[in-house]
């Protein structure tokens, strides 16, 4: 470290013997008060001073101390102490004999000042200190003139007093401490209450959790059994009642045969009622069939690259002999070509047949259109018609099997077409939605991937 001085020093004073480290750090705290230090920090460099003079009069014999003030690179105020050793020092290096000593100032060091080798300490002088103009660099002087030195057992004395106080402050520092660990140690307890609670409720709800969920494991189970057994009902009975069914139809067809003997009026009409039942009863028979294979997974699916185009057509072709109103329009909108889409065509051809047929059956005058177009990757197909509408309240329900909206029943039907739709196009990888408002028409909504299932 190097650096020159300011020209006038505030107090000098020389190092030869033991007795003068006592007056050096008496003389070096009364400058550190002089010149604003806090209490602690006089305490500090007069320590150091003391260390630092007292290795110095072993190794080199003496010094000569200085005190200056000087301004920092930082703009404030530095009170410095040089010890300029009698004899050169060794090496020309200074390393304090304890190591905490350059820890109680803000710089300990060797420095050459006027070409000498002088062992140099600062500590910075508070913002609030009277600022060291020449003035009061030469109040200080005459300040530090008056105090007359002190004897070394006084110097003794103060020390003791110092280190008295300093005492003080570290045992009432180490009982703040011990109140603080309390305190902690009280805080922890809780904080640990507190988390074997929490633990505890979050097992115990944990424990409902389990709880509740095996019960609905077991629903599940139970419903999926329940399920299957009644796909299998359904397809067994359905199976067992398409025999007899189809022979009732069979012999009224042959009742009513021109070759058979004829029947009187009343008799032709009764036999023509049997055979309307037992179609009705045939068709309810194979749509329970066709439920019951699409429940249980037996539908497989034959994919392949499907023309819309010609299934259009051919749906238009099949559904104009069902639009018997003449009031109603059926509209099968060309779809824009290439109307190309991955899947099972037979299927997809029975969800918009049976759409389309429901279209015609609750609608009794305007119009009932298909279109279809594709968005991404996925095609989407809307059925719609200007006919009777259904409630929200019951879009979800005319998905149920043989449910139909009260009142609307005249038209006949079995309430399976919906469920059965919804499977098939499950099956198919997509959806089955519903729009529609009572006297504003229905139009469902099938969303297909352009890729197949
Ligand atoms: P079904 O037509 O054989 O009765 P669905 O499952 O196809 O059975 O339909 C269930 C019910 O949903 C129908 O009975 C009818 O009340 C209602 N529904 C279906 N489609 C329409 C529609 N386009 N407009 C008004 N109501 C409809």
New binding site residues.
Partial sequence: MTGEPAAQPLLQMALRVEQDIFVIRQRGREVAAVVGLERQDQVRIATALSEVARDLLGTVGGADVTFHIDAGADGRYHLLADLAPVTPLPDGQYQPQSGAVSRLVDTLGVATVEGVTVVRMSRRVPANAPIPTPERLAEFRSELGRIAPASALDELTAQNGQLIAALDEVRSQRDELAVLNEELAETNRGVLALYNQLTEELEETNRGVVALYAELDEKSAQLRAASESKSRFLANVSHELRAPVTAIIGLGRLLTDSASDPLTDEQGRQVELIRSSAADLLNLVN?LLDLAKAESGRIELDLSDVDLRPLFGQLRGTLRALATRPEVELVVEEPSAPALLRTDEVLLGQVLR??L???L???ERGEVRLRAHQQGDRWTFE?S?T????APE?HDR??EEF???PG??R???????????RRLVTLLGGTLELT?EPGR??T?HVSLPVGGA
């Fill in positions: 749509e049976n759409l047929h429901n279209g059956k609750f609608t059925v018609d006919g009777l509408g259904i019951l005319i998905f449910y139909q909206v609307a029943t038209v006949g039907g079995t309430g399976l077409g919906l469920p059965y739709a529609s028409g229905s469902f």
